[in-house]
């Protein structure tokens, strides 16, 4: 894994989030690596120095597949 600044984490299920984070990486160019929500790993975090988020907005909270990352990472990280 190399490492990079910026770990883009993105969940989407009508392509509008995976828009946005298409368009982070477009802009951060190889200082970023996008991976999805549910792929996401401990590694990944570790070895990022900076994080953007994209996922929709259900119910004033984030989408559940983003959450599942949040928790499924807490303790390892």
């Known amino acids: 894994m190399t490492e ?10 009508t392509g509008t ?5 298409k ?8 200082l970023a690596e996008m991976i999805e929500a549910s792929e996401v790993r ?19 909270t984030m989408s559940g597949m983003m959450k599942e990352m949040f928790d499924r990472l807490y303790y390892p990280v």
Request: aromatic content about 8%; glycine content about 8%.
């Open 23 to 30: 368009a982070a990486l477009e802009g951060a160019g190889d």
């Open 42 to 60: 401990e590694e990944h975090v570790l070895a990022a120095r900076g994080y953007l988020f994209a996922c929709p907005e259900n119910l004033a």
């Open 4 to 13: 990079r600044p910026l770990l883009i984490a993105w969940h989407s299920r």
């Open 17 to 21: 989030s995976e828009a946005l984070a």
